[in-house]
């Protein structure tokens, strides 16, 4: 259980408390409620573009690492689909750095043409390191288009293209900018070795003057439901094979999303999960074999993928995975089963609340999802989940109608 109090500021800030005394730590997270499915679909990359400008500095502050590091803390962020989180940890005599720094930045960045020049070089280099230039990096952005075809899921947080962030203007920068970073479009949670009453005096002393905007989020479009399989083969320089299976589920917030993330648990949650036990180890047609879900805000994706072993064909590789998928479908998994990965997730649940960063990472987050209190209810939500629920709910995902599948193919077959 984590205790929590929670208040808002006039300007539209949401905050979080939760005070731990076990900790000399105090962690700040700060979630804006902008993700890559806020973007221009002519400017992707937009949101991710900010993670790095946000640390890029400001008029008042030139950079705002040293200052943190001179106080003795540490930082980082993330950016998803759904938002972006900015998160750091101090020691608890020098907080009121955490403060300054993160309400300076949520204020106005410096907003120069050389600091754009140098993160956009920064965002274009990973662009390229990380999805054209390593192996199968670029898997996601075939994966996603050919899934959605109206819902802005459709291209990854890196955005579309290089040249959606090559072409992008300070004036669209500083758009997006005005659009979603506000406090009305924000969550601060502060966890740690600091009292409710000081954390509320530093976020009115700190945050209370920033200015509420006007939110400028788009309508975003509903995905059409998904009547016919689709299908994409493309020819890489990779060593090995890989096919990507993909089907679209509920939304994260949905009370059936528990028995869907049981069900890729139950398929692939460590070597003892039954597509490493019958894929990989016994029938040796996989190397590495793999099932989760993206999570989504929206509606998501169950996805299954698999390295092939050399030698092992495509086909045979795709009906493997189909033979193991259509138990889920007609057959009861075991009481066994079931307490297995209902005890996994618990207990990587309750391990989280054992780091101060954790919580207030978690809490924010549930706080987006719409609910705060949700925390406290996610251990409760799998343990609902039944026999029958995995049994209904596999039939209602693994549908070929609602299946996309990316063929990943070597163009080195000789060397499989």
């Given at each position: 259980m984590v205790d929590y109090k929670k208040f808002e500021l006039d300007n539209g800030l949401t905050v979080i408390h939760h005070h731990d005394e076990t900790t000399s730590l105090v962690a700040l997270?700060?979630?804006y409620k902008v993700g890559a499915r806020d973007e221009n679909p002519k400017r992707t990359g937009f949101a991710?573009?900010?993670?790095?400008?946000?640390f890029g500095g400001t008029n008042n502050i030139p950079d705002f690492d040293t200052p943190l590091q001179m106080s003795g803390g540490e930082n980082n962020a993330f950016t998803n689909n759904d938002y972006t989180n900015y998160y750091l940890t101090l020691p608890k005599d020098n907080v009121e750095t955490g403060f300054w720094l993160e309400a300076d930045r949520m204020r106005e960045l410096a907003f120069t043409s050389k600091s754009l020049e140098v993160q956009r070089q920064v965002v274009i280099e990973e662009f390229k390191q990380r999805y054209l230039n390593q192996p199968?990096?670029?898997v996601w952005l075939l994966l996603r288009?050919?899934?959605?075809?109206?819902?802005?899921?459709?291209?990854?947080?890196?955005?579309?293209e290089?040249?959606?962030?090559?072409?992008?203007t300070l004036d669209e920068v500083k758009a997006f900018f005005y659009s979603f970073y506000a406090p009305n479009n924000a969550v601060l949670t502060v966890a740690g070795n600091i009292t409710f009453e000081e954390t509320k005096e530093l976020c009115e002393k700190w945050f209370g003057e920033l200015p509420y905007r006007e939110l400028n989020k788009p309508i975003l479009p509903i995905e059409p439901k998904q009547t016919e399989k689709r299908v994409l083969e493309v020819k890489r320089d990779v060593?090995?094979?890989?096919?990507?299976?993909?089907?679209?589920?509920?939304?994260?917030?949905?009370?059936?999303?528990?028995a869907y993330d049981l069900i890729s648990d139950v398929l692939s949650n460590g070597r003892s999960a039954r597509l490493y036990q019958r894929l990989v180890k016994e029938r040796q047609i996989f190397s590495d074999i793999n099932a989760y879900l993206t999570g989504d805000n929206d509606e998501g994706l169950f996805v299954v993928n698999g390295k092939l072993m050399g030698g092992r064909t495509m086909e045979e590789a795709e009906k493997a995975i189909d033979e193991e998928l259509e138990k889920m479908c007609t057959e009861f998994v075991s009481d066994y089963e079931l307490e297995k990965v209902r005890n996994k997730v618990e207990a990587t649940l309750l391990y989280s609340e054992t780091n101060v960063l954790n919580k207030a990472m978690n809490l924010s987050f549930f706080e987006f999802l719409g609910d705060v209190a949700m925390v406290n209810m996610e251990v409760d939500n799998y343990r609902k989940v039944t026999r029958e629920d995995i049994l209904r709910i596999s039939k209602q995902l693994f549908r070929a109608e609602n299946c996309s599948i990316l063929y990943y193919l070597s163009n080195t077959k000789s060397e499989n």
């Open positions: 997270n700060l979630l991710h573009l900010f993670e790095h400008l946000m199968y990096g670029d288009p050919l899934a959605y075809k109206k819902h802005p899921y459709q291209w990854p947080t890196i955005g579309k290089i040249s959606h962030i090559e072409e992008a060593p090995f094979d890989m096919i990507y299976k993909t089907w679209h589920m509920c939304e994260r917030n949905h009370p059936e999303f528990y």
